[in-house]
């Protein structure tokens, strides 16, 4: 990828991020945009996104942005003066979650699982527990 593409790359990260702040506060409270990856012609754009929620909310949240991605291209228009503004494709980003899901795994590794406490003998060992001599 080249150093140009990396830029526009975080250009348009940052200024979507602009956008659903200010314009958008209420809808987007729980959506972080992760990531974005412009093809190297400009022409199209995959927005990653990252929804805090349930499955459902993440989904709503995704269709709510779809609906919108004409109007934040316009704005997007507006702010920055590129050949061709790509158009954005909306994806989920689960890299938080498979973060969290290995962070999990490493944990229960870590932990030592409780050993099993040794078995009772019903017979007396005669080295361990002498029996007391009778007079």
Do not use: C
């Not at 830029?7 to 972080?32: F, G, H, M, P, W």
């Not at 942005?65 to 004409?70: I, P």
Request: proline share 7%; glycine share 2%; hydrophobic share 40%.
């Amino acid at each position: 990828m080249s150093n140009r593409t990396v830029r526009v790359n975080e250009l348009i990260q940052r200024e979507i991020s602009d956008i659903l702040r200010k314009r958008y506060q209420s809808e987007s409270v729980a959506i972080t945009i992760s990531e974005v990856r412009v093809s190297p012609d400009l022409r199209d754009a995959r927005v990653f996104v990252a929804v805090v929620g349930s499955e459902e909310e993440a989904e709503l949240k995704l269709r709510w942005l779809r609906s919108h991605a004409a109007e934040m291209r316009m704005e997007l228009g507006r702010r920055i003066v590129l050949k061709y503004l790509p158009k954005f494709e909306f994806r989920l980003d689960h890299t938080a979650i498979r973060g969290a899901r290995i962070l999990q795994v490493l944990d229960q590794i870590g932990t030592p699982a409780a050993e099993p406490a040794e078995p009772v003998d019903p017979t007396p060992d005669p080295v361990r527990d002498p029996k007391p001599e009778r007079d």
